[in-house]
């Protein structure tokens, strides 16, 4: 079974920048699109960016010019690069991958990691 596991998570002024990981481990095939979403407190979970297999990138409006999503296939891990954050953008982030249960991916599963915790102060 995959598990997602996140990490880069933190207290950081306006501004400022994190970089979050997210590493897949466990029996993984192929992961066809892998993506970071957040939930800020009494809102609904949001797509933040994803990525595909093939590398095709996609933001929300909100983070285009500032957050860069990017993977290393070789070593399961997905990043999400996050510069001049804003106050707003407290929030659980979110890995989530859509992974190939099988070897010819005849079917995909989709994984969601435990989340991390990102606080931006004013």
């Known amino acids: 079974q995959v598990q997602l596991v996140e990490s880069g998570g933190g207290l950081v002024q306006a501004g400022g920048s994190l970089r979050l990981s997210c590493t897949a481990s466990g029996t993984v095939f192929r992961i066809e699109n892998k993506a970071w979403y957040r939930q800020a407190p009494e809102k609904q979970r949001e797509l933040v960016a994803s990525?595909?297999?093939?590398?095709?990138?996609n933001y929300a409006d909100s983070v285009k010019g500032r957050f860069t999503i990017s993977t290393d296939n070789a070593k399961n891990t997905l990043y999400l690069q996050m510069n001049s954050l804003k106050p707003e953008e407290t929030a659980v982030y979110y890995c989530n991958a859509r992974v190939c249960g099988n070897r010819v991916c005849s079917y995909t599963n989709d994984i969601w990691g435990q989340g991390t915790q990102v606080t931006v102060s004013e």
């Open positions: 990525i595909t297999y093939g590398g095709s990138s």
